[in-house]
């Protein structure tokens, strides 16, 4: 199997853990993630994740931070890849940066724009109702 | 020993402190749609130019805020608010969440039908409502009140 400049292999696996990070605060409630976070950008219709789980926590956040840039980074939706495979959306690698990778086929409908956000929507919901939101957090090096 | 206090009295008493029951009550609503709007308000503000969150998303399109507004005092004062958010695409969010697995998620953009998505346990689904400007289906508020109850459903569709 081909491995990515990070070592990690091409192909993610669906027991690899995802991180989203979250930089907008209305984005996020004391439940958890909301489904507008994992929306996919208007450039590559995608949505950025980074394979990482909770742990380590400074690779984690150093990655939150490359990340946010100069947005402020509130935390990280932490999620499994199986989660994403049980919508119509798949997530392939897509270094670099290392560890990146992109949720993609995000449904499309041309001829009706509002009926496809419908569907997004219902993606996003199974994305957020299965995610575990961690607290951006200093660690001291 | 009598009371000092004719019947009379004590019903107009009753129908005084009734009709301040409910001026208190209307006023409560009122002031929870209030801060709604004061709340997309202040979102508008925050994103209203393009790349609001420093990446490629669009301004908020004044045609979702206004929507947005006329579809909040549409809502029937049983109903529970929703919270709201700005989405990359320039339509507004609003998410009624209950739990991690009850969730009803709406998007208003610039027209007036809205996308519309639900969990709830294991069902889920989503669909278009048209926004007439003034009145909200009761299959849409039933959808809402089916996610957001104690698990009785107190709206049925007609």
Same mark, same amino acid.
């Given at each position: 199997?081909?491995?990515?400049?990070?070592?990690?292999?091409?192909?993610?696996?669906?027991?690899?853990?995802?991180?989203?990070?979250?930089?907008?605060?209305?984005?996020?409630?004391?439940?958890?993630?909301?489904?507008?976070?994992?929306? *996919?950008?208007? /450039?590559? #219709?995608?949505? +950025?994740?980074?394979?990482?789980?909770?742990?380590? $926590?400074?690779? @984690?956040?150093?990655?939150?931070?490359?990340?946010?840039?100069?947005?402020?980074?509130?935390?990280?939706?932490?999620?499994?890849?199986?989660?994403?495979?049980?919508?119509?959306?798949?997530?392939?690698?897509?270094?670099?940066?290392?560890?990146?990778?992109?949720?993609?086929?995000? *449904?499309?409908? /041309?001829? #009706?724009?509002? +009926?496809?956000?419908?569907?997004?929507?219902?993606? $996003?919901?199974? @994305?957020?109702?299965?995610?575990?939101?961690?607290?951006?957090?200093?660690?001291?090096? | 020993?009598?009371?000092?206090?004719?019947?009379?009295?004590?019903?107009?008493?009753?129908?005084?402190?009734?009709?301040?029951?409910?001026?208190?009550?209307?006023?409560?609503?009122?002031?929870?749609?209030?801060?709604?709007?004061?709340?997309?308000?202040?979102?508008?503000?925050?994103?209203?130019?393009?790349?609001?969150?420093?990446?490629?998303?669009?301004?908020?399109?004044?045609?979702?805020?206004?929507?947005?507004?006329?579809?909040?005092?549409?809502?029937?004062?049983?109903?529970?608010?929703?919270?709201?958010?700005?989405?990359?695409?320039?339509?507004?969010?609003?998410?009624?969440?209950?739990?991690?697995?009850?969730?009803?998620?709406?998007?208003?953009?610039?027209?007036?039908?809205?996308?519309?998505?639900?969990?709830?346990?294991?069902?889920?689904?989503?669909?278009?409502?048209?926004?007439?400007?003034?009145?909200?289906?009761?299959?849409?508020?039933?959808?809402?009140?089916?996610?957001?109850?104690?698990?009785?459903?107190?709206?049925?569709?007609?």
């Amino acid at each position: 199997m081909a491995l990515l400049p990070s070592g990690l292999p091409d192909e993610v696996d669906d027991a690899e853990d995802l991180a989203r990070f979250v930089t907008q605060s209305s984005h996020f409630n004391t439940c958890g993630v909301k489904p507008v976070a994992f929306l *996919p950008d208007r /450039t590559h #219709d995608e949505t +950025s994740v980074s394979r990482h789980g909770e742990q380590p $926590a400074e690779r @984690l956040w150093k990655m939150g931070a490359v990340a946010a840039g100069t947005r402020t980074l509130y935390g990280a939706a932490i999620f499994n890849a199986k989660t994403v495979r049980q919508t119509e959306l798949v997530v392939q690698s897509a270094e670099p940066p290392d560890f990146h990778a992109a949720i993609r086929k995000w *449904p499309v409908e /041309t001829n #009706d724009p509002v +009926s496809m956000k419908s569907r997004r929507l219902e993606a $996003a919901l199974v @994305l957020a109702s299965n995610t575990k939101f961690v607290r951006y957090q200093l660690t001291e090096s | 020993m009598g009371s000092a206090v004719s019947p009379e009295a004590t019903h107009v008493f009753k129908t005084a402190s009734d009709v301040a029951a409910s001026t208190e009550s209307s006023v409560s609503l009122f002031g929870a749609k209030q801060t709604f709007i004061s709340q997309l308000r202040a979102l508008a503000y925050e994103c209203s130019a393009d790349g609001w969150d420093g990446d490629d998303a669009l301004g908020l399109h004044p045609s979702a805020l206004r929507q947005t507004e006329a579809f909040i005092r549409a809502l029937p004062n049983d109903m529970p608010l929703p919270e709201v958010a700005a989405d990359p695409d320039g339509s507004v969010s609003l998410d009624w969440i209950r739990s991690k697995h009850r969730m009803f998620s709406m998007s208003i953009g610039a027209s007036n039908r809205f996308a519309y998505a639900w969990l709830n346990g294991a069902s889920r689904g989503h669909a278009v409502f048209s926004f007439d400007g003034q009145s909200i289906s009761q299959v849409l508020r039933a959808s809402i009140m089916e996610v957001m109850s104690d698990g009785v459903t107190s709206f049925r569709a007609a």
